[in-house]
């Protein structure tokens, strides 16, 4: 089980589950850009779960945006799973209300998803890493 560091006193155990080899790629990739795309059941979800909180837990301050076309998809695939890694680690906290969860190292995560081109108002001009 991976132990990321959280500061001298307190490590974070955080277990994301075995990685087929696709995804060990994508999770190695030191890049500031990657992609990942595939077939139907290829893991994607998957991998970006596990990118955008394991990125969260060891890079403080970061901002990532998390997306699917609808909401429901967004709790289910994403929301959902993500709150349970928060509370096995212990290190981040969710905001129902903006959709967010806030990391104790200043990281965020936030959800969002993508409704037709009135959505462009939403995110134009927000800032992610």
């Given at each position: ?107 965020t995560i936030r959800f969002g998803h993508w409704s037709g081109d009135d959505s462009e108002d939403e ?7």
């Open positions: 089980m991976p132990t990321v560091k959280k500061n001298t006193k307190k490590y974070y155990e955080w277990d994301p589950g075995e990685a087929n080899p696709k995804q060990l790629l994508f999770y190695q990739a030191d890049t500031p850009f990657v992609a990942y795309g595939g077939a139907k059941g290829g893991g994607k979800t998957h991998a970006v779960r596990t990118k955008a909180f394991g990125g969260a837990l060891m890079n403080p301050g970061i901002r990532i945006l998390v997306m699917r076309q609808t909401y429901p998809a967004l709790e289910e695939n994403h929301i959902a799973p993500m709150r349970r890694m928060a509370a096995q680690t212990g290190a981040a906290t969710y905001n129902g209300t903006t959709h967010m969860l806030t990391f104790e190292n200043g990281s995110y134009n001009g927000q800032e992610y890493h």
